[in-house]
């Protein structure tokens, strides 16, 4: 495929701006760029879901000016969306067989599976990405998966066809590190059967370890592209936002010695008897494997997934949390790995979004919104995250990802918490955004909130903690000093059996 001049025009929006592109079989190319650089949209282009204003499309030998689905589909393009696009009603093997058969109907809806060959397919593709191929699987109805499963579905699905390219869109988001590892392997096979393969992501240790190409974008247009160990961490950095960003340790403040939050021998559905305590001020990592009860504590201390047994205090007040509105209630905030399913309210405009905690407060006896201070205190919010646009009208779906994690993080700042839990809060954001909501955290800390960031990524832990607790098996494994601790020895301990002890 080859792109040439390519741009998109969206109202007044320039989004690309002459964008020239080839890519190669076999080879394979990192996509890289701050959230709103245009990445996202010259994968929609190359797969069919937009049409470019300007410039041709060169695939096969053939020139188009533009693509339909189909078309892309036919000539073997394969892509992973952001937002997985699988359809959620139906079963894991439908949702990995179903591009294959759409273009053997010609894109026909109206029509039956094939079911033997549907069971083929997908047995196929789920074994290559390390997901289970039984029949419980097979017929287990998407929506019921957690995220990081259905990432894997949705990975599955390019790759279940005879792909000539396969665009991955931050397909790493959700998944552990040895997750990773497996679909690094898969991307290694793929190029060795001759497919390209085409990753948009922010984890430049990935595109380090699978080689290739670094195209970087930067306001819509290509501003490097060359073989990926040319460049250093830091150029790239620079090259995406056009300023300088050091990776550097963001935690320079120290907590207090006053006790804000305590667990004591809390249980609940996959967390066994955790006992922690967490300072004013500080910042406490937990991280673990998919399966180590990091995410289900999280969901305890919030009421998402509330607690069987033991107890929890707040400055000295014992909890009773049954529900998100207990946690709201006593001063405890969440933001939640997935934004765009349990975050945003994404057909809403920024002001509606950043005042949803707090409309009981701003409204009257007649239950009447004071909009003005609404807007007020939306624009305040809007400003100490740093969102890049002051027009607090726009719906929170037209805004790049990092912006929309800004969005939601003021969201929680609105209640004023005394505790903020933090679950993934950089899962796919870029690099500036990255800057920006770590600056605030810091921020939060040093004003004496207390702040508990769920993570697998490791360097965000290191960088930002005062303290990480590595869990296995619903209980904590080993407690970690994260000025002094390292990346393998956190990778060690997730690893390690909850019988062992690390050090």
Known sequence: MELRNIHKRFGGVHALRGIDLSIDLGQAYHLLGENGCGKSTVIKIMSGAHAPSEGEIVLGGKTYSSLTPIQSLAAGIETV????SLIPNLTVAENVALNEQLVASGGRLARLFDRSRLRQTAEKALATVGLPSDRAFLNTIVSELPLAARQLVAIARAIATRAKLVIMDEPTTSLTRREVDNLIRVVD?????????????????????????????????????????QYSKKQLAELMTGRSIDAQRYRTGKPADEVLFKLDRVTAP???????????????????????????????ITGVQPAR????TLEGRTLSINRPSDAIDAGIGYV??????????????IFENEIALVVRKLSNAFGVVDK??????????????????????????????????????GRWLSIAPKLM?????????????????????????????????????????LQNADRILVMNSGRVVATFDAETASEDELYKAMLASNTETVQ
């Open 81 to 84: 969306y952001q937002d997985l």
């Open 189 to 229: 096979r793929l190029r060795s059967e001759n497919v390209a393969v085409l990753f948009v992501t922010h984890k430049l240790d990935e595109c380090y370890r699978i080689g290739g190409s670094a195209v970087v974008f930067r306001d819509g247009q290509c501003v490097a592209q060359g073989a990926i160990e």
């Open 270 to 300: 996959g967390v066994e008897g955790i006992s922690l305590a967490l300072r004013k001020g500080e910042i406490l990592g937990i991280t673990g494997l998919a399966d180590s009860g990091r995410n289900e504590l999280a969901m305890a």
């Open 309 to 312: 047994g033991g107890t929890m």
């Open 336 to 349: 939640p790995e997935d934004r765009l399913a349990e975050g945003l309210f994404l057909d809403k405009s």
């Open 372 to 409: 003005k201070e609404g807007r007020r205190l939306a624009a305040k919010l809007s400003e100490d995250m740093r969102l890049n646009t002051k027009d607090l009208d726009l719906p929170v779906g037209a805004l790049s990802g990092g912006n929309q994690q800004r969005v939601l993080i």
């Open 421 to 461: 839990v933090l679950h993934g809060p950089t899962v796919g954001v870029d690099v500036g955004s990255k800057d920006t909501i770590y600056r605030a955290i810091q921020l939060l800390a040093e004003a004496g909130m207390a702040l508990l960031i769920v993570s697998d990524d490791l360097p965000e832990l």
